[in-house]
T-cell receptor, first 119, second 115 residues
């Protein structure tokens, strides 16, 4: 079955330090992968997405993610964290729904990683 | 910019009440979704719709129903609210094949408390 695992429930980093949030997926076909961010009390905002091509994807707010097929991973990185990056981060995989003949799809989300930033 | 709005940010209802959560998107998206978000459980899909008057059950449809009479509006209905439905509810929409070609756009959420 398709699934997304974010192994870290909560991470704390110092402002200015680098960040890597881990995401592993399970999906039989070529995955379509997303990272979303949720600030406190808000909805989710798309940071970046991977569909095909270059395995290193650039997103908004200085984030990037690297797709590694051999490891079934799509880890999110940022070289220098800012206090405003404190939020919850969700990895998701897009899956086709076979009862629609693959013409429709949906997202499966990980449980999220909460990021705290120390001054 | 795509805008997804939800009728209330915060809602307090009593057990047994019928509750309506409304979601409107302004970008002519075909697909609309209702999720429930709980700490430690992430987002769980309740219902989704790929067309007007069409609905499909997600992972946790029990205790919920939906209505989509117009393309831009997708309503989530709690027929008889219970305390275990206290949660954050997120609406989303997408163009075309959600999760395959196009990302989902989310509303700000409704935090529902059932007492």
């Amino acid at each position: 079955a398709q699934s997304v695992t974010q192994p870290d429930i909560h991470i704390t980093v110092s402002e200015g330090a680098s960040l890597e949030l881990r995401c592993n997926y399970s999906y039989g076909a070529t995955p379509y992968l997303f990272w979303y961010v949720q600030s406190p009390g808000q909805g989710l905002q798309l940071l970046l997405k991977y569909f095909s091509g270059d395995t290193l994807v650039q997103g908004i707010k200085g984030f990037e993610a690297e797709f590694k097929r051999s490891q079934s991973s799509f880890n999110l990185r940022k070289p220098s964290v800012h206090w405003s990056d404190a939020a919850e981060y969700f990895c998701a995989v897009g899956v086709a729904l076979m009862n629609y003949g693959g013409s429709q799809g949906n997202l499966i989300f990980g449980k999220g990683t909460k990021l705290s930033v120390k001054p | 910019d795509v805008k997804v709005t939800q009728s209330s940010r915060y809602l307090v209802k009593r057990t047994g009440e019928k509750v309506f959560l409304e979601c409107v998107q302004d970008m002519d998206h075909e697909n609309m979704f209702w999720y429930r978000q709980d700490p430690g459980l992430g987002l769980r899909l309740i219902y989704f719709s790929y067309d007007v008057k069409m609905k499909e059950k997600g992972d946790i449809p029990e205790g919920y129903s939906v209505s989509r009479e117009k393309k831009e509006r997708f309503s989530l209905i709690l027929e008889s609210a219970s305390t275990n439905q206290t949660s954050m509810y997120l609406c989303a929409s997408s163009l075309g094949l959600a999760g395959i070609e196009y990302e989902q756009y989310f509303g700000p959420g409704t935090r529902l408390t059932v007492t």
